[in-house]
């Protein structure tokens, strides 16, 4: 039967209809449950997705079923018994499809996450080549997770497929975040999923759930902060305009000469990154579903300004906090690196905001890997991530396994006044205390004005007696208390002591 042109377009629109809904019947799955993807082990295996309204979907794990029917909005979750490090395996879904996850892992997921040192990639790191050459682990599984802000909390993300750990895979993933998958996967023997979550040049507040940040007064400050990037926005954009054209005159005169051309200029909220919560709505909220065994963190220079650095503390616990609460899994381990040494800028406070970072330890399960002795003065990306993601890994074996190992150099732990001295005591010292490379430098004193003047330190037992001539009356100490410090403190485990300040 020939239909004519009238006829024809309705009947043309109702085989699309039919082919809209025979496509929404469908089981969809969100991008981190996948091929080669790895399953937390010790918890509930949880599955969740997509499907037609009241469509049955049961899935299939390690001979284990569980059935469910879609919601009135096409929603469905299914949790499956947990089981012990194993696989690979395959994962079932069976609704009005099927989908077959292959080559699926069972070990510990750990999330990595932060600015810039966290992104920072193995390729850029030293020793780049022998590293990459040998980063052979198909038990180690990477997730990339794409940088993208939002205005509210994604059901899903945008992220490169999991994959097995190669040479090729590795390449471009974070250094840290593989140096330390890598000594916990050699050293414990299980799997290890690494989900990398980062974005270089962007502060903790964007980092933050929105029910978090607006449920505390004291965080005002960052709304204040945004609003006042909102308001500059307009002059800030014709100001950006010009800035791109001239790079990309000499990028392209570069080009024509042979020669490199000039690094991209880089500019704080690029594409939303600073809006408060963006990034959290974005690159964590959707991952908040699958069970993890702890994160790791490396961020803290883009809250280091003199406006910005006075809050991080109470900002950073409030982060951690809410991370705990969106995923419901109690105080999971939440490692951190301190911010190394580095020759900034005067008005930056960067001693504060290390200072903000330890006293985050007050949180349960937390751990930091001090790096104040293996940065680059001269360069805000230190190029050693294997000894920050080996500091952070025995951290974990201690925190997350519960391994009796020395996993932190000395934490300052109060001062006495002692005469004309303080004495300084500590924990992590079991071991005792060394000066590394000669006698004990990076301590001031200071009287009850707070004007801090070099002193005299003496490593005593498991204390340090700190003096001087200057002070009649001490306060008050502090150590490596600069952008750059020059302490040597160290335990007898070889790792630093971190900067600290008494008497504020």
């Known amino acids: 039967m020939k239909l004519s042109m009238p006829n024809l377009i309705p009947r043309l629109c109702t085989l699309a209809i039919f082919a809209v809904l025979g496509a929404r019947a469908d089981v969809t ?18 599955v969740w997705g997509k499907a037609a309204e009241g469509e049955s979907v049961s899935v299939t794990f390690r001979g284990n079923t569980r059935s469910t029917t879609a919601d009135s909005i096409g929603l469905w979750s299914v949790y499956l018994p947990p089981g012990e490090a194993g696989g690979p395996f395959e994962l079932n879904i069976k609704g009005n499809n099927r989908i077959t996850l292959k080559d699926v892992l069972v070990g510990d997921v750990w999330v990595a996450s932060g600015q810039s040192n966290m992104e920072f990639q193995v390729k850029e790191g030293i020793n780049a080549q022998a590293e990459i050459a040998g980063a052979d682990h198909p038990r180690i599984r990477l997730f990339h997770v794409k940088n993208k802000a939002g205005h509210y909390p994604f059901a899903d993300i945008a992220a490169e497929p999991w994959t097995s750990c190669t040479p090729e895979s590795v390449s471009g993933f974070s250094a840290v975040a593989y140096f330390f998958g890598r000594h916990l996967h050699e050293k ?6 690494l989900i990398e979550t980062s974005w270089g040049g962007t502060p903790a507040e964007a980092w933050t759930s929105l029910r978090a ?33 001239a790079w990309r005159r000499a990028a392209d005169r570069a080009k024509t000469e042979g020669k490199e051309p000039p690094d991209f200029p880089w ?5 939303n990154s600073w809006m408060p919560s963006g990034l959290y709505n974005a690159m964590i909220a959707p991952l908040t579903r699958l069970p993890i065994k702890g994160a790791i963190w490396y961020q803290g220079e883009s809250n280091a300004s003199s406006e910005r650095a006075s809050l991080y503390a109470h900002l950073f616990e409030t982060m951690i906090q809410d991370w705990r609460h969106s995923w419901g899994q109690g105080d999971f381990p939440f490692l951190f690196v301190q911010l190394a040494n580095f020759k900034t800028d005067p008005d930056a406070r960067w001693p504060e905001l290390r200072d903000a970072q330890r006293q985050t330890l007050a949180l349960a ?4 890997a001090v790096t104040i002795d293996i940065g680059n003065r001269d360069d805000i990306h230190p190029k050693n991530k294997q000894d920050v993601g080996l500091r952070l890994a025995l951290a974990a074996r201690a925190i997350a396994y519960g ?6 150099g000395p934490l300052f732990r109060q001062a006495t006044p002692e005469g004309h001295a303080m004495r300084i005591w500590f924990d992590h010292t079991d071991a005792g205390l060394t000066a590394k490379g000669g006698a004990l430098t990076g301590f001031e004193i200071a009287g009850a004005d707070h004007k801090f003047v070099p002193a005299r330190a003496t490593i005593d037992g498991a204390t340090v007696v700190v003096s001087s001539a200057e002070i009649a009356a001490p306060a008050s100490v502090r150590y490596a208390w600069s952008a750059d410090p020059h302490g040597n403190l160290y335990n007898a485990d070889g790792l630093p ?8």
């Open 29 to 46: 799955l969100p991008a981190v449950l996948a091929d080669h993807m790895m399953i937390q082990r010790g918890f509930p295996v949880h």
């Open 365 to 368: 399960n937390t751990g930091m």
């Open 188 to 193: 414990l023997g299980v799997p290890i999923g």
């Open 403 to 408: 391994e009796k190992i020395e996993y932190s």
């Open 267 to 271: 500019e704080p909220n690029m594409e």
């Open 497 to 504: 002591a971190s900067p600290f300040r008494s008497g504020e």
């Open 213 to 245: 940040l607006s449920a505390d007064a004291s965080l005002m400050p960052v709304f204040a902060s945004w609003a006042k990037m909102n308001d500059d926005a307009v002059t800030h954009q014709l100001q950006r305009e010009k800035e791109l054209n």
